[in-house]
């Protein structure tokens, strides 16, 4: 049997979901078939709290009614293969395609570790059955050893605290989230799990995971081990190019799926978005292993666009990284480029810092500080990174200045930025954090 569409997006993830309704909005002539190998898609996002935060796996489901909402058909089925304009099933079935979108994520990265084929270790997966294996063995296990200290090894480790069971998370470089934020915020979030009663490691790796069949302890390259019940392994992600390799698209091995900057690749009418995608840093236009839900559904809303001719030209300057977490009580959030990326990029900078809380009065109820930290190129003067720390606001504030950077605004403009305050919902505006933290770089300028 064989079915055509005009349109077919493979993978059901945040990319693959919002590129579907951007081709349906776009084109709403046109025919829009979605291919998923899972009967369930999970918010990736969502998984750290599934062991911890939701009752259960379940609660983090990506709905399928937007999909149903807008017409677009679902197929729960696996793409074996792809040749000419037919895509073939796993069930036998051809769907030819005018244009075809691969949305088909990452897999988690497998550090070559010695023992990693014991029973007890996890990594962090999109597959619903996994984790309610995971979550059953995280009730079971009381010493659960975290390998990676990036943003979701982070979550992770907080969520277990909260359950009350005893965590060492291990980073081989020297801070918590060493590729997202300067040291003296990944120190901060240390300070934070330290006092919640986590065992924090930076700066070196794991050698061995010791056991017989089941793992029971770690070893670290100084040969100290710590016992382990568990082993959670959050040491990245990898793009999925199975089917890339074989349906002939230019790759990276690396990085990814090779796209134009209109995420077309090397195969005519076929395009590329998420994980799957080798994304280039805003700054420096090289490579970035960078993989955010954010920039997954920024590509899918371009791609489904500009899938039969150009309707929406690009203005996304590369991948910001825009980032934000929760640790505790305290929220963490980033963009762009770090202190410690912009000396190794070469790049002449000042820095402005402000510290303020995000109410006037500071003693109303919900008040938190903000620390904030803002990178300028010292010429150009152009804003090109930020960092945060404080409470829920963080999350805005950075989104806020990840459209500043966007848009190119330099410390001047920020400077005299018209905002609008209220005592119960936003810092004094002449306390203001974005403002102020650029007049303290302004400052060191004139100074300079």
């Known amino acids: 049997m064989k ?32 291919i998923r190998k899972e009967k369930i898609t999970l ?38 293969d792809i040749k000419g304009n037919f895509i073939e099933l796993r069930n036998g079935e051809q769907i030819e395609y005018e244009r075809l979108i691969l ?42 050893v975290i390998i990676g200290g990036g943003f979701i090894g982070v979550e992770v480790a907080d969520e277990l605290l909260k359950k ?45 995971i010791l056991g017989g069949r089941k793992v029971e302890f770690i070893t670290l390259h100084d040969d100290t081990k710590y016992p ?35 995420m ?30 954010s920039s ?29 977490t929760k640790i505790g009580d305290t929220a963490f959030a980033s963009v762009g480029v770090t202190e410690t990326q912009a000396k190794s990029l070469g790049i002449d900078y000042i820095v402005g810092i402000n510290e303020t809380v995000d109410r006037h009065p500071g003693k109303l109820h919900g008040a938190s500080k903000i620390y904030m930290k803002l990178i300028f190129s010292k010429y150009s003067h152009l804003l090109l990174g930020a960092q945060i720390k ?10 806020m200045l990840s459209v500043m950077i966007q848009k190119k605004m330099t410390d001047i403009e920020i400077d005299t930025l018209q905002i609008g305050t209220h005592p119960l919902l936003t810092p004094s505006p002449i306390a203001y954090p974005v403002i102020n933290a650029t007049v303290n770089a302004i400052m060191k300028w004139y100074k300079r």
């Open 3 to 34: 079915r055509k569409y005009s349109v077919v997006i493979i993978g059901g993830g945040p990319g693959g979901v919002t590129a579907a309704l951007s081709a349906r909005n776009t084109y709403p002539d046109k025919q829009v078939l979605l």
């Open 43 to 80: 918010i990736p996002c969502g998984i750290p709290y599934v062991l911890h935060s939701l009752e259960k796996v379940e609660d983090d489901i990506l709905p399928d009614k937007p999909l149903e909402n807008n017409n677009v058909d679902l197929e729960v089925n696996e793409v074996i």
């Open 103 to 144: 949305a088909v994520g990452s897999k988690p990265f497998v550090p070559p570790i010695a023992g990693m084929d014991k029973d007890g270790i996890y990594f962090i997966k999109k597959d619903i059955d996994y984790l309610k294996e995971l979550k059953d063995r995280v009730e079971q296990s009381e010493n659960i």
């Open 164 to 208: 009350g069971k005893n965590v060492v998370i291990v980073e081989m470089l020297s801070s918590l989230l060493p590729f997202s934020m300067d040291p003296e915020f990944g120190n901060m979030v240390r300070e934070i799990l330290e006092e919640r009663g986590a065992k924090v490691i930076t700066g070196i790796g794991v050698k061995e």
């Open 228 to 262: 382990a019940d568990l082993v959670i392994v959050a040491t990245g992600y990898r793009p999925n190019l199975d089917l890339a390799k074989k349906i002939g698209v230019k790759i990276d091995p690396r990085f990814g799926i090779i796209t134009d900057e209109y």
């Open 264 to 293: 077309k690749t090397s195969v005519d009418g076929i395009l590329a978005v998420g994980d799957c995608v080798a994304k280039r840093h805003f700054l420096t236009g090289e490579y970035s292993k960078l993989m955010l839900a």
């Open 296 to 324: 997954a559904m920024a590509q899918g809303r371009l791609a489904g666009s500009n899938l039969f001719e150009f309707k929406v030209i690009k203005e996304f300057a590369g991948t910001l990284g825009t980032f934000s």
């Open 390 to 399: 404080g409470g829920d606001s963080v999350g805005e504030l950075i989104n």
